[in-house]
T-cell receptor
Framework: GDSVTQMEGPVTLSEEAFLTINCTYT??????LFWYVQYPGEGLQLLLK?????DKGSNKGFEATYRKETTSFHLEKGSVQVSDSAVYFC?????????????FGQGTTLQVKP | GAGVSQSPSNKVTEKGKDVELRCDPI?????LYWYRQSLGQGLEFLIY????????KSGLPSDRFSAERTGGSVSTLTIQRTQQEDSAVYLC??????????????FGQGTRLTVV
């Protein structure tokens, strides 16, 4: 079945460091790919998405590129801030499901220290 | 309100009791989803509504779990005879996307259920 695998956390970085959170997926066909973020005390919210191969999603300085050949959607940011501390979830939605339901990775906790 | 609203935010119940969790989606969103977030299992899909119908109930873990949606709006997730393994955060999400695979889902803050 469809699945998403994320690098395990927690990830601890100093402010202004470069961030990569790895995400790979298994799916039939060409799913849409998402990064959702959960800030402390808040609900899940969409960070960025890509709906077809080679698309790049970007928001708030974060980027991820849909790589069909490596079935990956790694999240990157060039310079993290303390306010980026949160749990990040990679997710896919399969065309074949006809529901829009999301399949999530396990989540990666990011802590950014001043 | 502008967002997805869930109530209660916290619920503590005794093992064996029934509980009802409520979700008010964003007005006009036809698709509604329930997910469960637990330490051992991560974020799992439970059920999908399109309007008042539930074409995908594949994630419901047992027949103790049921859900309904009325008026194409409010949804209630019911857990009967709660067990300790039901302890989790239950998240509701809505989307305008008619079940499309490329549409953003908007999440509520969740209901934290603790079964003691």
């Amino acid at each position: 079945g469809d699945s998403v695998t994320q690098m395990e956390g927690p990830v601890t970085l100093s402010e202004e460091a470069f961030l990569t959170i790895n995400c790979t997926y298994t799916a039939t066909g060409y799913p849409s790919l998402f990064w959702y973020v959960q800030y402390p005390g808040e609900g899940l919210q969409l960070l960025l998405k890509a709906t077809k191969a080679d698309d790049k999603g970007s928001n708030k300085g974060f980027e991820a590129t849909y790589r069909k050949e490596t079935t990956s959607f790694h999240l990157e940011k060039g310079s993290v801030q303390v306010s980026d501390s949160a749990v990040y979830f990679c997710a896919l939605s399969a065309v074949s499901s006809n529901t829009g339901k999301l399949i999530f990775g396990q989540g990666t906790t990011l802590q950014v220290k001043p | 309100g502008a967002g997805v609203s869930q109530s209660p935010s916290n619920k503590v119940t005794e093992k064996g009791k029934d509980v009802e969790l409520r979700c008010d989606p964003i007005s006009g969103h036809t698709a509604l989803y329930w997910y469960r977030q637990s330490l051992g299992q991560g974020l799992e899909f439970l059920i999908y509504f399109q309007g008042n119908s539930a074409p995908d109930k594949s994630g419901l873990p047992s027949d103790r779990f049921s859900a309904e949606r009325t008026g194409g709006s409010v949804s209630t997730l019911t857990i009967q005879r709660t067990q300790q393994e039901d302890s989790a955060v239950y998240l509701c999400a809505s989307s305008p996307g008619q079940g499309r695979w490329d549409t953003e889902a908007f999440f509520g803050q969740g209901t934290r259920l603790t079964v003691v």
